[in-house]
């Protein structure tokens, strides 16, 4: 999907010297996915010490293969 965006130089200066990527577009999938497996993390570290009765063993072996 083609789409127009206005990238703070300085933050994209900085994300590939971090990571090496060349292309704009490779490097916003990659922030897109890390961004998507933080949250994942931050979620279920947020649950640590609670009842899991709210999540199927489906949805924990989900969160898993995200994390892999």
Known sequence: MRTTLDIN???LKEARAL???KTKK?????SLRELIRKKRRDH???????ALTGLSPDEVERYREHER
């Open 19 to 21: 990571t090496g990527i």
């Open 44 to 50: 279920l570290a947020g649950l640590y010490g609670k």
């Open 26 to 30: 490779d490097l916003v999938n990659h």
């Open 9 to 11: 130089e300085a933050l």
